[in-house]
């Protein structure tokens, strides 16, 4: 069971059902609701639903934000529970906004995460459109560790949501803690009878950048497609004799945005090898596959 925290301006109080009209207020608000994963909320029964699925987790914890000396819910600070890093949710009502009551109310809930609760790390969900919600991570030290696309069922295109984290230590302001080995990215090796005509094919068919070419003649490469170093579609080449067969034992699946089927036009008009035309599936993505100069399979995919 959670408690009340207190700071200067507010209380965070664990959930009651008394709470639920204040809470419709907010839910049922439109351009509060404008990052949010599900419509504006039309009853109070799908308010009252929404917080049950916010607690349905074991591990999850919710607090209503409330003034000091009210008992008024103007928001709700929550952990989502069941997730393989602890993730941290926030929303509080428009009225509200532009106070500073969001980084106040956040910054008590991860002091009670960190010190109460002993998480290691906490980890925000936050469109990139959402600035302010951007700014709020900022004031709480929050960094940008990654980012990702996600539909809403209710839209027709994905949100690329940035991943932003916090460390306990760069919570507390102390070192480092020494820690098992960290895991950055994974890259994919392809094996390929010519480094430099695979690295062209990439490049003049398929849209990559060639990052470094290494060996004289080259051997090895590393392409790219993504707007930043080291982020989108990383690749690396790696030269074998003719006599080596290549034989994929499976594919490369690249996540791409809602102009998947103009990519597949363009890659069909450059007599790009297509192995199956762009089609909806069932699992709620849109995708197709190609084949490169070595036989490589790469699926291409988005959010429908």
Known sequence: MIGLIETERLVLRP????????LHKMYGDAPTMRFMPSLPHTDLATTEREVAQQMSHADAHLW???????????????????????????????????????AEACRAALA???????????????????????????????????????????????????????????????PEPVRETKFYRTEQVLLVHDVVATAEFYRDKLGFSIDFLYGDPPV???????????????????????????VPSGY??????????????????????????????PWGLREFAVEDNNGHILRFGTHV
């Open 112 to 174: 009670y995460g960190f010190d109460e609760i002993g998480f290691d790390r906490v980890e925000l969900w936050i469109d990139t459109t959402n600035y302010a919600s951007q700014r709020v991570a900022q004031k709480l030290n929050f960094r940008v560790k990654g980012r990702i696309p996600l539909k809403y069922a209710h839209e027709t295109k994905e949100h690329v949501m940035l991943i932003y984290g916090l460390w306990a230590h760069e919570w507390r302001g102390v």
């Open 64 to 102: 209503v934000v409330c003034l000091k000396e009210s008992d008024e819910a103007i928001g709700v600070v929550n952990y989502l529970g069941g997730t393989r890093v602890p993730g941290m949710g926030y929303i509080i009502r428009r009225e509200f906004w532009g106070q500073g009551i969001t």
């Open 220 to 246: 090895h490469a590393g392409i790219s497609r993504g707007d930043w170093t080291a982020s989108g579609a990383v690749l690396q080449l790696s030269q074998v004799p003719r006599e080596h067969a290549i």
């Open 15 to 22: 959930f009651q059902p008394h709470h639920l009209p204040d």
């Open 252 to 281: 490369l699946y690249i996540f791409v945005g809602r102009d998947i089927d103009a990519l597949h036009k363009s890659y069909k008009a450059l007599g790009v090898t297509i192995r199956s035309e762009p089609t909806s599936y």
